[in-house]
C-alpha cells in the first residue's frame, strides 16, 4: 500500500488541523492505521491507531481529548483532527499501515510495515 499525508502548516497555539492520509494500491480496510510524529532531534513517537474497520481507538496521553483519529474506508482515507495544537505538538507527522486480520490497534512504530512520506506541523505564535 502506498501512503500519502496532507494538511500540514502552521498555525497558532490553540487552532485546529486536520491531516488526511490517502491510502493507494491494496484494500484499505486490510490494514490497521497509526498516526506517528517525529519533532527535531528526538525520536519518531507515537500519536493514534485506529482498527481496520474504524471501531477501535487509542491514543497517546499527551493528545488524549484533544486529537481524533477516524477513516473512510470508502474513500481509502485517514484521518486526524487536531483541536487546541500546542507548541509542543510541532512536528513531522506520518501516517502508517500495518496489515492484519484482526480488530487490534498497533502502538509502536515497529509493528508498522507502511509508511507516508509525512507532513510537517509548525504551532507557534
Known amino acids: 500500500v502506498q501512503l500519502q499525508a496532507s494538511g500540514g502548516g502552521l498555525v497558532q497555539p490553540g487552532a485546529s488541523l486536520r491531516l488526511s492520509c490517502a491510502a493507494s494500491?491494496?484494500?484499505?480496510?486490510?490494514?490497521?492505521m497509526g498516526w506517528f510524529r517525529q519533532a527535531p532531534g528526538k525520536e519518531r513517537e507515537f500519536v493514534a491507531t485506529?482498527?481496520?474497520?474504524?471501531?477501535?481507538?487509542y491514543y497517546a496521553t499527551s493528545v488524549k481529548g484533544r486529537f481524533a483519529i477516524s477513516r473512510d474506508n470508502a474513500a481509502n482515507t485517514l484521518y486526524l483532527q487536531m483541536n487546541s495544537l500546542k507548541p509542543e505538538d510541532t512536528a513531522v507527522y506520518y501516517c502508517?499501515?500495518?496489515?492484519?486480520?484482526?480488530?487490534?490497534?498497533?502502538?509502536?512504530?515497529?509493528?508498522?510495515?507502511?509508511w507516508g512520506q509525512g507532513t510537517e506541523v509548525t504551532v507557534s505564535s
Open positions: 502508517a499501515a500495518r496489515e492484519t486480520v484482526t480488530g487490534a490497534t498497533y502502538d509502536s512504530r515497529h509493528d508498522y510495515q507502511y
Open positions: 494500491g491494496r484494500t484499505f480496510s486490510s490494514y490497521a
Open positions: 485506529v482498527s481496520r474497520a474504524g471501531k477501535v481507538t
